[in-house]
Structure formats: C-alpha cells, structure tokens
Nanobody
Framework: QVPLVESGGGLVQAGGSLRLSCAAS????????MGWFRQAPGKEREFVAT????????YYGDSVKGRFSISRDNTENTVSLQMNFLKSEDTAVYYC?????????????????WGQGTQVTVSS
C-alpha cells in the first residue's frame, strides 16, 4: 500500500489555478505534519508548504507565499494545495510528504513518506 498518492496535476495557463490533493494511508495522518515540495527539471527540490497536525500552523516558501494555500482534512486523511495565479516558474513535479508525529517543517530530510509526484505545467 502506497502511503501517499497525489492527484490534480495538469496543464494550465499562466494566471490560472490548480488544486492538488494527496490521499494518505497506513500511518497516523492526524498526528503527522504534512508538506508539499516540488522539483523542476535541472533544479533542486524546493519547499512549497507545510501544515501542522490540526491545520493551525502553516509555512510557505517565499516564491509561493500569497498565491498557494495548504489545507488538510483529518477525517478524510487528505492534504490539499490550492495554487492560484500560477506562473511558468511554478512548472515542476509536486510531491506530497509526511512527517509522522513531527511538527510542520521546511526541511525535506525530516519527512518519512513521499508520494510519487504529480506534474504541474504552466504555459505562458
């Protein structure tokens, strides 16, 4: 069983919106910090957003602050990333990650479970 499965990626025009979702299973989701990261071709993995257990704590990468919003549903074991005002530089594979029993963090190395990624392509 794959712990994290992302969905919602696709092709969108610059200025548009997309909503990514990540379905979790096999671990204690409600006691896990969740995060989104992305990686563009030829670039290093980049932190996008993270959310604490109850959803009250969120952090965002500087490049997405004010445009992206992370949320979670502990009854459905899902975490979402609403992406608005998309830019061509947002094009990347987006990964969902889980840090069981941990706090919201920007540090990728602290996350234990990773999804397979979903492609987001923004055309200019």
């Amino acid at each position: 069983q794959v712990p994290l499965v992302e969905s919602g990626g696709g092709l969108v025009q610059a200025g548009g919106s997309l909503r990514l979702s990540c379905a979790a299973s096999g671990f204690t989701f409600s006691r896990s910090a969740m995060g989104w990261f992305r990686q563009a071709p030829g670039k290093e993995r980049e932190f996008v957003a993270t959310i604490g257990w109850g959803g009250g704590t969120t952090y965002y990468g500087d490049s997405v602050k004010g445009r992206f919003s992370i949320s979670r549903d502990n009854t459905e074991n899902t975490v979402s990333l609403q992406m608005n005002f998309l830019k061509s530089e947002d094009t990347a594979v987006y990964y969902c990650a889980a840090f069981p029993f941990g706090r919201a963090t920007r540090t990728a190395e602290q996350y234990v479970y990773w999804g397979q990624g979903t492609q987001v392509t923004v055309s200019s």
